[in-house]
């Protein structure tokens, strides 16, 4: 029900425009039944332009009905409906005792960019160790584009597996 007097709400112009225009149709179908049944002259087209102007005046009292149910629901119920959403609200604690104001934080500078700099401590066991490790492509001193796939073979004592 929440959801139905939501949509009614928001689209409630929407709607009764469309009512309106509806019942500016339903409208000029009557009158032009109503010409045609008071200028008939035969039983038949007689009947039938009273059908076609009760057919009218029928979609018109159901359009009636919409608007007066739309203008309800929207400026009586809807305001009137339990909200079954409640927002939290924060509890006013009246003895509380107020809080001390908390000093701001200092800023700190930014690094600049010697301090990010990574520093990299070599030792005679990092690297490529000839005889244990061999990088068979790419090749020493040749010019690489794109995808990259790197081949080698590593011959290293205590290796034990690699996955």
Known sequence: MEEVLRFLKTYEYV???GIGLVALWTLHKMAIAW???RSSQFGLERENAQRRFSSGLTGFAFLVL????EFIMVSIVYPDFPNTQ???TSTLQI???PTITLQPVSVETTPTIDDLAP???ITDEDGCVPGQVEWTFPAAGETLQG???LRGTVSVPNLG???
């Open 95 to 97: 003895l509380a005792s």
């Open 161 to 163: 597996f690699y996955q």
């Open 86 to 88: 409640m927002l939290p």
């Open 119 to 121: 520093t990299v401590d």
């Open 15 to 17: 709607i009764y425009i």
């Open 147 to 149: 995808e990259v796939i």
């Open 35 to 37: 010409r045609e049944l």
């Open 66 to 69: 919409f608007a007066i149910t």
